[in-house]
């Protein structure tokens, strides 16, 4: 980030989340973003790919953080328990962005683009799982699994969570695994 | 279908698929498909909304077959077993395609917004089936979980499927929901 542009990032992310709460998101361009924030559109692409990025920024330290925290995961955890401990871990940090975590995702929700970008955000966080539990000597068909459904139960949870941050995101995150391995039980073999 | 373009989709489909091996899905033009299908761009975009969507042609049928098969599975199943036996019973007349299928994978393994397309079609194959799963009386907290579970398990099992189709859909499947539930197993609650 240059200099000059103190926070550049976080004055196009606020810019950006007023004119989509004013006006919804299809129908804000990328230079009345950068010009609500004061700043270029040429600044704008310095700092996200295109208009979708803008809701998507924490998404990389988010994945980083939760590859982090599984690598330091106690080595007798099954592995979506794993997962899972690190997902939690990553996103303690994020109850302070309750406000701001529910416009996003109803801002996600109001737009087919965004629930796309949304979808490969979280292709590329279930695939990075899926690597550091190949790294603990996880299978590879079994590592997939694993991240898929630790995934799936996290968001979930973190979609209970930021409706209503006084609850506990481990509590919600425990009791959608729950809900998860019900759905898996009392299996007579599948009929052919 | 117009009378006069006896399986447009299919000569646009076969097309498709052979100059995309010749030179690559991101080489290929639609307007090229078009002329060695002997047919027009205009034809083209009347039966596929993109270039993507020709190799996705199937999908939707896929989908509904699915969704009818979960009407019809036994009640007493599990959320995930009732999900895994309707879409392996869809997934049996695939078998035919088997050339077509491995062709098909290396191309989306091969091109980024083919993979994109990929993860939507899955999405909604995913919700089809979670609410089908509600009207079969499963909490809707569950049945967005058993799909995905579902999901994740038959895609591994047909993805090792149509690498060898010699074997059967239901012997893999039933393998990857075993992966599955060992990826879940030995649970002490998940530390905070």
């Given at each position: 980030?240059?200099?000059?542009?103190?926070?550049?990032?976080?004055?196009?992310?606020?810019?950006?989340?007023?004119?989509?709460?004013?006006?919804?998101?299809?129908?804000?361009?990328?230079?009345?973003?950068?010009?609500?924030?004061?700043?270029?559109?040429?600044?704008?692409?310095?700092?996200?790919?295109?208009?979708?990025?803008?809701?998507?920024?924490?998404?990389?330290?988010?994945?980083?953080?939760?590859?982090?925290?599984?690598?330091?995961?106690?080595?007798?955890?099954?592995?979506?328990?794993?997962?899972?401990?690190?997902?939690?871990?990553?996103?303690?940090?994020?109850?302070?962005y309750g406000d701001?975590a529910?416009?996003?995702?109803?801002?996600?929700?109001?737009?087919?683009?965004?629930?796309?970008?949304?979808?490969?955000?979280?292709?590329?966080?279930?695939?990075?799982?899926?690597?550091?539990?190949?790294?603990?000597?996880?299978?590879?068909?079994?590592?997939?699994?694993?991240?898929?459904?630790?995934?799936?139960?996290?968001?979930?949870?973190?979609?209970?969570?930021i409706?209503?941050t006084?609850?506990?995101?481990?509590?919600?995150?425990?009791?959608?695994?729950?809900?998860?391995?019900?759905?898996?039980?009392?299996?007579?073999?599948?009929?052919?």
């Open positions: 980030m240059a200099r000059w542009e103190p926070d550049a990032q976080g004055r196009l992310q606020q810019a950006a989340m007023e004119l989509f709460a004013e006006r919804g998101y299809a129908e804000v361009t990328v230079a009345e973003i950068a010009d609500r924030a004061g700043l270029t559109k040429r600044t704008f692409f310095n700092h996200f790919a295109d208009k979708r990025e803008v809701l998507f920024a924490g998404a990389k330290d988010f994945e980083d953080s939760v590859v982090a925290h599984l690598s330091e995961a106690d080595s007798d955890l099954a592995p979506v328990d794993a997962a899972l401990h690190a997902l939690t871990r990553a996103g303690q940090g994020l109850a302070a701001y529910r416009a996003r995702q109803a801002l996600i929700a109001s737009s087919p683009e965004l629930q796309e970008r949304d979808l490969i955000k979280t292709a590329s966080l279930t695939s990075a799982i899926a690597q550091a539990l190949r790294r603990r000597g996880v299978p590879a068909s079994t590592s997939t699994l694993a991240a898929q459904a630790a995934t799936a139960v996290f968001t979930a949870a973190y979609g209970d969570w409706s209503d006084a609850g506990d995101l481990h509590t919600r995150t425990q009791r959608s695994l729950h809900d998860l391995r019900s759905a898996l039980s009392h299996t007579p073999d599948v009929d052919k």
